[in-house]
């Protein structure tokens, strides 16, 4: 967001708020040249549990006489009841997709925006690591899912995506399933799962090393399908950033990914809709669901893309070029205006 704000040639001042919520921390002591001008709204990326802990954290001398709105991410189509707490604290609230200002919409009727993240402003940079670097045999199709275990190992669903993968291939060893995780040591239940889930295929490899966002785009680079059977996403960052890259999509065809793609660009997995079960107790919302994708219907277009080469480059390139339209600077732009940001006179403060 920061740097779709540069690229828009507006001044910002960016301000951390501290550690995690929930630890304890002191008001944040703020350096003059961080401390933004009188009239300058404060864009929160904190959702609204903590938002009023992040706001007493800037202390009532930054926030006193400022706009404040709530960049708040969710991956539900049905907002919590415990958010309309934080809806006192805001004067509109910004999100990353219409799935998400759908759910929000009726905590704040008439106060949400979507505003994209604006990753085509500054699209990823792969490293100079080639397949060999990444220790991919020759001639081995790659299909790749990248998740964070922090991020709801039911949500993310990855068993989903190795049984689509084993439907679609079997043993076959000149097809490659990588699963990058993040965070696996932080969830050992889950990983445990996931590495039975995947314990007597030869051609599926669990990679949990810690990678830099080059490294992770050089990684993206070297596959040649991204897959998410994602149960919901209010964006769906990995996606878009791999479409950015050209490469080839299989996404679950729900949730907020559906902002920057559709059948076109993207091979999409259809799913019936389900009561969402998360075991850590976060994505809970009375009246919600999320989807339950179709594994037989990704293992053929697993296989239909893997066997035809000019048909993967053809969906890479739609991908991008619905990526580079859809997640660039507009709905950023949009917003900045109209809070009176982008003539110059009121410029933006974005802690977080």
Not at 149 to 165: G, T
Not at 274 to 298: E, N, Q, S, T, Y
Request: charge should be positive.
């Amino acid at each position: 967001m920061l740097r779709g704000v540069e690229s828009l040639g507006l001044p910002s001042w960016p301000v951390d708020v501290g550690p995690p919520i929930g630890r304890t921390a002191p008001q944040v002591a703020f350096a003059s040249s961080c401390v933004p001008p009188p009239g300058a709204s404060l864009v929160m990326h904190a959702n609204p549990p903590v938002l009023p802990l992040a706001l007493l954290r800037l202390g009532a001398k930054m926030v006193r006489g400022r706009r404040v709105i709530g960049y708040w991410a969710w991956e539900l189509p049905v907002a919590p009841r415990e958010w309309r707490a934080g809806v006192r604290f805001v004067h509109e609230v910004w999100v990353p997709s219409s799935f998400t200002a759908a759910a929000v919409e009726p905590l704040l009727p008439g106060r949400v925006r979507v505003v994209r993240p604006p990753l085509a402003v500054t699209p990823p940079r792969p490293a100079p690591i080639g397949r060999d670097g990444f220790a991919i045999p020759a001639g081995t199709v790659v299909v790749l899912m990248i998740f964070n275990l922090a991020s709801s190992f039911v949500r993310k669903n990855p068993l989903a995506a190795i049984a689509a993968f084993r439907a679609a291939f079997g043993d076959r060893r000149d097809r490659l399933l990588i699963l990058k995780v993040t965070n696996a040591d932080h969830f050992a239940d889950d990983f445990a799962a996931l590495r039975a889930a995947a314990a007597d295929a030869t051609n599926i490899r669990i990679e949990t090393r810690l990678m830099t966002s080059n490294e992770i785009a050089a990684l993206t680079m070297a596959a040649d399908i991204v897959l998410s059977l994602h149960r919901s996403e209010g964006l769906g960052l990995v996606l878009g950033e791999a479409m950015l890259l050209g490469r080839p999509v299989v996404a679950t065809g729900w949730s907020g990914n559906l902002d920057f793609m559709d059948e076109s660009s993207a091979a999409l997995v259809p799913g019936r809709l389900i009561v969402p079960v998360d075991p850590r107790g976060v994505l809970v919302a009375k009246g919600a669901v999320w989807a339950d994708p179709d594994v037989g219907v990704a293992a053929q277009h697993l296989r239909r893309l893997a066997d035809d080469p000019a048909s993967r480059m053809a969906l890479g390139e739609a991908g991008r070029r619905m990526a580079v339209e859809r997640l660039g600077p507009e709905t950023l732009l949009a917003a900045m205006q109209a809070i009176g940001a982008a003539g110059g006179a009121h410029p933006v403060g974005l802690p977080g």
